[in-house]
Structure formats: C-alpha cells, structure tokens
C-alpha cells in the first residue's frame, strides 16, 4: 500500500520533530557546561525530572498499546535519553552525585559566608551597566568578542543550526519515507479501548498513562512561570530552548492530527495533543513574561543573595524580622551546605579559560573541596584563604611568574572587584537619599491635605472669633510646605548652606561618617544624580498635573451642567417675552372692561354683574402668565449666572495651565542648570512675580526653582 500525502507529510514534520528535540537540548548543556551553578538550580532540575516521568508513562503506554506513530515513539525515546543527561550533567555540578564536583572550587574568601551574611557575591547597582561597558573595552581591546557580539553570534548559531537540524532530517526522511512510499505500510490508527476485547488492560493502561503525562509536562512550566514571576527574574531554562520546544509540539502536533483527523482515532490521541497544545500555550507565556522581565532592575529582597540586600533597609516599610529568618535560616545549615553558597562559578569570570593554572583546583583536592571547615581551622584569621598545589610554600612564592595576557586578566579583575565596591557605595548613597526624598514628598502631601481641609473650613463661613485660629492654622501649615519643598531641592541640588550634622532616621548607624555626617550629605556620580533629578521631576510633574486637575474639575461640572441648557436659554427668553405681551394684552382688557362699567364711560353706564365673569376670568389668566413671568426670569437669571461662571472659570482654568507650564520648563531649566553648576542660580523677579500671582489658592505650590 502507498503513502498518501497527509501521511507523507506526517512522516516529515514527526521527522522534524525528532531532529529539534536533539537540538532543543544543545543550549541546555551548553549552559550548564560552560556556567557551572553554585548550587542546584531547583526550578529547573524540577522542570526536567518531571518532564523525564511524564515522557516515561507516555513512551510506556505507546509500547504497551503497540500502535504508534514510529516517529512518534523514537521522539520520546530520544528526549527521555537527553532528560536523564542533563539531569546527571547538573547533579555531577553541584557535587551532588557519588563522585566529586565537575568545577567546585574554593572561595577567594574563607568567611565570606560569614562576613556577608548571606552567600556574599558581589552585585551590580540595578541598572548600572558599567561594569560590562568595562569588560566590553577590555574584551575589545584583547581582540575578542564583546558581549553583544557574542550574544548576536549565538543567536545566529541557533537559527543556522535549526535550519541545518530542518534540512538534516528532511534528507532522513526523503531516504526513509518518500523514496519508499510506493512500497512501505500506511501507520496503524489509534482506536479507544474497548471492552468487548482481550487487549482491553493494556490498551486502558497505556490510556491512562498517556493522561499521567500531561500534569508531568505541563505542571512544571506553571512551576517555572510562577517562581520566575515571584522572583522577578528570568528562569533557568534558555530561552532557545523554549522557542524550540514550542516548535517541536507544534510539528508533533501536526504530524498526529494529519493521519488521525477526527473520530475515535482523535480522541485516542487526545492526550498526546492535549499535553502539546498546553506546552504550546505556557511556552508562549513564558516568553512573553521573559520579555518583560528583561530589564527588571533588582531580585526582591527574599531572593537576592548578594551583597545588595542589605540596603533594602532603607525602604520606609523595611522588616527586620524576615531578613533575620532568612539569615538564620542560612547559618543553621551545615558548613557544607553554606560552602556552596559562597563559591562563586566560574562563570564570573570574563572568559573561563582566562582563570590563572594556581586558581584551577587539581583532582587531588576537589574532594577536600568539599570539607569547608578543613579551611577554616587552618585559616580562622585568613581573609584570603587559598587552596594551592603546593600547601607548605607561601602562595606568593609559589606561582609561576605571570604571562602578559594572566597579568591583565588579573589586573582586570582586580579593577572589577574595585569598581563593584565604589558602584555600590554610590548605590547607597542614592538609596538613602532617594528615601529621604521619598519621605519629604510624602509629608509634603499631608501638608497640602491639611492645607485644602482648613481652606475648606474657611470657605464654610466659620464664626468671626474662630477665623484668626483658622488663619493661623494655614499660615502654619503653608510655612511648613515652603520648608518641605526647599529641603527637597536642597536634597537633589545641593545647598549654598553648610551641610549639618543631621541624618534621616532610617539611616543605620553603620552608614555614618566619621564626622557624624550620613551619607545623605556625600555628593553623587552623575549617573545616580540625574536618577535623583528625574524622580523629583516626575513628582513635580505629577503634582502640577494634579493642580490643573482640580482647577478644571469645578470647569468640567459647570459644563456638565450647562450643557444642553443653550437652546433652553433661548427658548426660556422667548416665551418670556411673548407671556410679557399677552400679559400687556390683558392688562388692557381689564382696563377696558372696568371702564365699561363706569358711568362716564365712552358708551355709557354697563351692567357689573354681565361683564364680572369676564373681568375675573382676565384677572386670572394675568395672574397666571405674572407667575410663569417670574419663573421664566428666574431660571433665565439662573442660567445667565451659570454661563458667567463658566466664563470666568474659563479664563481662571487657562491662566492655571499656563502657570503649569511655565512651571514645569522653570523646573527643567533650574535643574539643568544647578546640576551643571554648583551653586543654584537667582531667582527671576518676574518669575516671583508670577508664581505670587498664579498659585491657586487651593493646594497652594510654590513654583520649582523660586524662593
């Protein structure tokens, strides 16, 4: 029997399928080859142990049933035999296997687990890219690849080697599938079992081992999602592996659904399907929350084991007592667990191969490697403990002389150890003061809510004897927002002032300097100040933004309320002055009808009593339209009072936003031009002027720059 097409191209795309899921695996060992961890990277090891379970029950209930899809089962066979690997590979790492560590070698520093804290490896400031601006040089200056460069180039040794894996197989399978369609038997067909069968067991057993690998595939993505979004930062797994790994459920997704369309056949391999169409949709989920985790600046608290974690002290809502239970939780591990901690990979280092032969652990002491309290009872005061290949020789004496390309990778991280230092010493320096002015902001908006409030009780029309304490109250109030706003200029600009002796009171002893004055007073790189300069914008921005606000929300209700009532204006007027003229119309009636009844009237004297209905019912109608006359022109006299309202509103609302603005480009050039210059610039007259004259009188703020 033939191949028919459907099943030919099934055949292609299983075979596909195949040779991407060697090459998904290629990044990952990559990765952990080159990059030795520390420890066990948990979410990871986790992702591919389950992986191994479920791909074991689904290969088990294809062979139990005996009716595959032979690309199919070579698939699964083929990643089981590559999960068990890089599985293996990440044990013998961390040490964790009966053998000794693949790369364990020992800490520059004996204590550091002690000294730091907790784990102890140095970190960048978030968002400081210094430090690999330096290494680029470096690198660029020896002739080797930079950074991005090497990003760029494995990026395209991914695409080139998916495009030759693509055409590798293709070969395969023209020499396996096409070249024998006329002769090589269709696929089985897949059917549900049955229990009118003697195969019914197995069949059910391979059913049900088929659904106990879909929770085993798909659980540990949700796993990884989940810790990668609660630690803010990316996960384990290389992200060409995850676009991989989605293109090969992808084509296996194909390649079944080809040869079982729909019916029974399709609901036999719904498992399979189900399994890869959830793959599908939680590898694009992972993709996208690794975009966005991108340029996430720093690790929450809980889980950043450099030395950076102690700055979190400064935050306002800063908790001691769960940093000390992760402290603790830390020290009461054993000497070993901790050992593993503060080993830094060998990944830190710019290239692995530039790592000098006397900071290379031999064979003979990867397993003393192990043994951390070995060097601390030999090395108790030893900050600098070494293991060296000659143990009774001073470890100065005993390296070999230095080669030029070792003596500028030492030098260069020597500079790079430097360089982490002074990064985060400014670091901290910004950090306090960013708190600071954190705190100020924040006081500095309880005082313009006291402020609104006690303008509010003003405007209520309070008694004549309790006005002069209102007054007092707001002068007081206004007093303290002018002396908040120019701490915080003073903060981000500098003072013509001598600096005092004062520190904010989150400030830990530690950070104080010798002459009693915190860091909060010590000047900033230009990197961090212009941080500084752009969050004190930001704020002042946003708070111009909502002055406006509240000036043009009376304009909006105004409009709100006078819309639609224009045309109701002019039909109001124009039934005022037609009830005017009937009411003109009347009078006269009513005046003729009484002069008809007079003696010396122009026809004579009249009888009262015929025209007395006529002459009453005149006087009602008069008395009708005189009210509808004075409703008229009391709601005509309303809405003429809304429109001038509306008007002068207007014009308040526009002179508002010009103050904004002319605000907002004084903020930019007074903080251009102080953080050019040491001192602040005058004070423009005019700008004075201006600001006096603008400033509402709600939520009063003074104009940035001035006074």
């Not at 991407?20 to 066990?40: C, N, Q, S």
């Not at 067991?201 to 990668?228: E, H, Q, S």
Request: with cysteine; aromatic share 8%.
């Amino acid at each position: 029997m033939a191949l028919t097409t459907a099943e030919l191209v099934s055949g292609l795309f299983g075979f596909w399928s195949m040779g991407l899921a060697v090459w998904l695996f290629v990044p990952e060992f990559v990765d952990v080859w080159r990059h030795p961890m520390p420890e066990i990277d948990l979410p990871r090891f986790i992702f591919f142990a389950a992986w191994l379970v479920g791909d074991a029950a689904m290969l088990a209930g294809l062979l139990i049933v005996r009716k595959y899809i032979i690309t199919q089962m070579v698939l699964y066979a083929i990643i089981m035999v590559l999960e068990v690997a890089i599985l293996l590979l990440m044990m013998w790492t961390v040490g964790d296997l009966c053998c000794a560590a693949r790369s364990k070698r020992p800490s520059d520093n004996a204590l550091a687990h002690l000294i730091m804290g907790i784990h102890g490896r140095p970190h960048m400031p978030p968002g400081d890219k210094s430090l690999e601006q330096r290494r680029a040089v470096r690198a660029h200056e020896r002739g080797e690849m930079t950074p991005e460069q090497r990003s760029r180039f494995r990026v395209k040794v991914q695409l080139g080697g998916t495009v030759i894996v693509l055409a590798l197989f293709t070969a395969v399978w023209l020499v396996v599938d096409y070249r024998e369609k006329e002769d090589k038997a269709p696929p089985p067909v897949s059917s549900l079992p049955d229990s009118a069968k003697s195969d019914y067991a197995a069949k059910m057993t391979a059913y049900i081992l088929a659904w106990i690998g879909l929770p085993c595939w798909t659980l540990p993505r949700v796993y990884c999602l989940v810790d990668a979004y609660r630690k803010r930062a990316r996960e384990g797994i290389t992200v060409a592996s995850i676009l991989i790994g989605g293109l090969v459920h992808v084509l296996n997704i194909a390649s079944v659904m080809l040869i079982n369309p729909s019916g029974e056949p399709l609901l036999a391999q719904m498992p399979y399907l189900l399994t890869s169409i959830a793959c599908v949709v939680l590898d694009g989920v992972r993709l996208g929350l690794t975009y966005v985790l991108r340029n996430a600046k720093q690790l929450p608290p809980a889980y950043d084991y450099s030395n950076m974690w102690p700055y979190e002290r400064y935050l306002p809502d800063y908790d001691p007592t769960k940093y000390a239970d992760l402290k603790r939780g830390i020290h009461s591990q054993s000497i070993v667990s901790r050992r593993k901690h503060t080993a830094a990979p060998s990944s830190e280092d710019e290239n692995d191969s530039s790592a000098p032969p006397w900071e290379k652990v031999d064979n003979k002491h990867r397993r003393a490697d192990n043994h951390h309290a070995h060097a601390l009872k030999n090395n108790v005061l030893g900050l600098n403990a070494r293991y060296d290949s000659y143990p009774d020789v001073h470890p100065e004496v005993a390296r070999p002389e230095h080669s030029r390309e070792e003596r500028l990778a030492l030098e260069g991280r020597n500079q790079d150890r430097h360089h982490v230092k002074s990064a985060n010493r400014n670091w901290a320096i910004f950090r306090q003061k960013q708190v600071k002015l954190r705190e100020l902001q924040r006081r500095l908006d309880t005082v313009q809510e006291e402020i609104a409030l006690w303008e509010l009780r003003w405007k209520a029309g309070w008694p004549l004897y309790e006005r002069p304490e209102c007054e007092r109250e707001l002068k007081k109030r206004q007093r303290s927002q002018k002396r908040l706003e120019v701490e915080m200029k003073d903060l981000v600009y500098g003072s013509d002032e001598p600096p005092q002796s004062r520190t904010h009171a989150l400030a830990p002893i530690a950070e104080e300097g010798k002459g009693g004055v915190g860091t909060a007073s010590l000047p900033l790189t230009p990197h961090w100040q212009e941080e500084l300069e752009s969050e004190y914008e930001s704020y002042h921005n946003y708070a111009l933004h909502h002055d406006y606000s509240v000036e043009a929300r009376p304009l909006y209700r105004l409009e709100c309320q006078f819309y639609g009532k224009g045309s109701i204006l002019e039909d109001l007027q124009r039934e005022l002055e037609a009830t005017k003229k009937e009411s003109g119309r009347l009078q006269k009636v009513e005046h003729a009808l009484v002069r008809m009844g007079q003696p010396h009237g122009p026809t004579g004297k009249v009888d009262l009593g015929k025209l007395e209905p006529e002459l009453r019912e005149v006087k009602q109608k008069l008395r009708d339209l005189q009210e509808k006359e004075t409703g008229l022109a009391t709601q005509v006299d309303h809405l003429e009072e809304v429109r001038e309202a509306l008007d002068r509103r207007r014009v308040k609302t526009a002179t508002a936003s010009d103050w904004s603005k002319d605000a907002a480009q004084s903020l930019t050039r007074i903080g251009s031009s102080r953080s050019s210059s040491s001192s602040p610039p005058p004070d423009s007259p005019q700008d004075s002027h201006s600001s006096d004259e603008h400033t509402p009188l709600t939520r009063q703020r003074q104009k940035v720059g001035e006074q």
